[in-house]
């Protein structure tokens, strides 16, 4: 314990870089037709609290504002109807969904 004291900060370092090797970053885009989140993403966001899950939201509105704080969004398209989602986690996205169940029912998030 006397070195913790002596060095606090590189301790909670090292105990962060130790949380995100265990409990891995998940980054969920969710693109949308829409005005709104869809319902089935704020029911979701509502039930469970994931602390590693980092929510994106993108649809014609906010399209150039999101755009410009986060120019790699541009990647992922709006959809013509509905909202498509998009699972990344270690660096990579998954193949998009237009069902968040599809996400939920294997356990991905």
Do not use: W
């Not at 993403?41 to 929510?55: D, M, S």
């Not at 150039?64 to 909202?83: A, M, R, T, V």
Request: proline content about 7%.
């Amino acid at each position: 314990t006397g070195t913790i004291r002596d060095y606090p900060a590189g301790h909670s370092m090292g105990l962060l870089a130790l949380t995100e090797v265990l409990y891995p970053t998940k980054t969920l885009i969710c693109t949308s037709s829409g005005e709104t989140v869809p319902e089935e993403l704020k029911k979701f966001l509502q039930k469970h609290a994931i602390p590693n899950l980092a929510v994106i939201f993108k649809n014609r509105s906010n399209q150039k504002d999101i755009e410009k704080i986060l120019p790699f969004i541009k990647e992922y398209p709006l959809p013509e109807s509905g909202s498509v989602f998009y699972l990344c986690k270690n660096g990579m996205c998954m193949a998009p969904v237009t069902e968040l169940d599809q996400l939920i029912k294997n356990n991905e998030i």
